[in-house]
């Protein structure tokens, strides 16, 4: 194994974190990777947005669930999918963006996604620890606002970042062959693994808690997946300028 590699498999989510600032020069070097992760045809669709501001931080933390770590981490940041670029870049060579259609929504979302995935590993690499917030989709208008976020572009998820003050266990995921198959989706011999990888779960839970949880991964999805999840998102998306045609 690399060091690479080793960084990716060692990866958990960190929600407490040293009083210490993060320095510039890391700071940049995590934004520097981020914009080295691969776009869609070089559209580069998507703003990294940084915020400093106190206040804004407490606002957006009780926004995102009253989620605390926000505003408690040493930097936060909120990757958004941009398409405003793109529409100015039309603009400049006197052309009309083809607005609203599902496959620059779908472009805009992963050239985020990807950037953000690699600037948490670039993070994790500069002895920092992390964790992604998509509860700031549970009031995107309200926190385009605070970020002064325009038509055609919207907050996908935000990210803290900070030298870590614990040390959680890694969660065990999906045995491999659930979610990697040869040729063809199949789901051959899958509920016997899930069934095994629900204990293994379960007794991660009950380790982490003493015995106060034993959740499984199965009724974890459920409970969730049972539920319509963030239903305000189309309308914002639709206001934002993505139209899904």
């Given at each position: ?137 549970n009031n995107p208008l309200e926190i385009s606002e605070i970020l002064n976020i ?96």
């Open positions: 194994m690399n060091e690479t590699v080793n960084i990716l498999k060692a990866h958990k989510s960190i929600r407490k974190y040293l009083n210490q600032p993060v320095e510039a020069e890391k700071i940049k070097t995590i934004i520097e990777c981020a914009q080295c992760a691969p776009t869609s045809s070089y559209i580069q669709a998507y703003t990294i947005i940084s915020v400093v501001d106190m206040e804004n931080r407490k606002k957006i933390a009780y926004l995102a669930g009253d989620q605390k770590y926000v505003e408690q981490c040493p930097l936060f940041l909120v990757f958004c999918a941009d398409l405003n670029r793109s529409k100015k870049s039309c603009e400049v060579n006197d052309k009309t963006m083809a607005d609203g259609n599902t496959e620059t929504f779908i472009l805009a979302t992963v050239d985020a996604a990807l950037a953000a995935q690699n600037a948490l590993t670039a993070a994790e690499s500069l002895g920092l620890g992390g964790v992604y917030i998509g509860g700031i989709r325009p038509s055609g572009v919207y907050p996908v998820f935000g990210m803290c970042l900070g030298y870590p003050n614990h040390n959680p266990d890694t969660k065990e995921r999906l045995p491999l062959d659930v979610i990697f198959k040869t040729d063809v989706y199949n789901t051959n011999g899958d509920a016997e693994k899930i069934r095994e990888y629900d204990a293994h779960v379960s007794d991660y839970y009950k380790r982490r808690t003493k015995g106060k949880r034993a959740d499984t991964w199965t009724s974890q999805v459920s409970g969730l997946m049972s539920e319509s999840q963030r239903p305000h998102m189309k309308d914002f998306l639709d206001n934002q300028g993505f139209k899904f045609k």
